[in-house]
Nanobody, 121 residues
Framework: QVQLVESGGGLVQAGGSLRLSCAASGRTLRGYAMGWFRQAPGKEREFVASITSSGAVTDYADSVKGRFTISRDNAKNTVYLQMSSLKPEDTAVYCC??????????????WGQGTQVTISS
């Protein structure tokens, strides 16, 4: 069993930056692909970014490419999402997910509770 806890959310002005963290406990994240997803009020959950277990390959939604960076520190059992040039449309609850294997998607094995990110215009 893997427990995921996100942190780092908050309220920032448009153009600002935030760094989200997702700390895992219960089991090492080695072997797990990790991802960040977000859900805005009234909208479906959407993919934001993912990273393979080794950290060698990353993938991003078009809407965040060039602004967000996903990374991981397997020694600390933690995954990060560095967000910059934030826009009001980035406002959402951000959740991390873990899936054993090469890819992570909406059917991921484990999910965190999420952290609120609010961007003011």
């Amino acid at each position: 069993q893997v427990q995921l806890v996100e942190s780092g959310g908050g309220l920032v002005q448009a153009g600002g930056s935030l760094r989200l963290s997702c700390a895992a406990s219960g089991r090492t994240l080695r072997g797990y692909a990790m991802g960040w997803f977000r859900q805005a009020p009234g909208k479906e959950r959407e993919f934001v970014a993912s990273i393979t277990s080794s950290g060698a390959v990353t993938d991003y939604a078009d809407s965040v490419k060039g602004r967000f960076t996903i990374s991981r520190d397997n020694a600390k059992n933690t995954v990060y999402l560095q967000m910059s040039s934030l826009k009001p449309e980035d406002t959402a609850v951000y959740c991390c997910a873990a899936q054993l294997g090469l890819r992570v998607g909406v059917s991921a094995d484990y999910w965190g509770q999420g952290t609120q990110v609010t961007i003011s215009s």
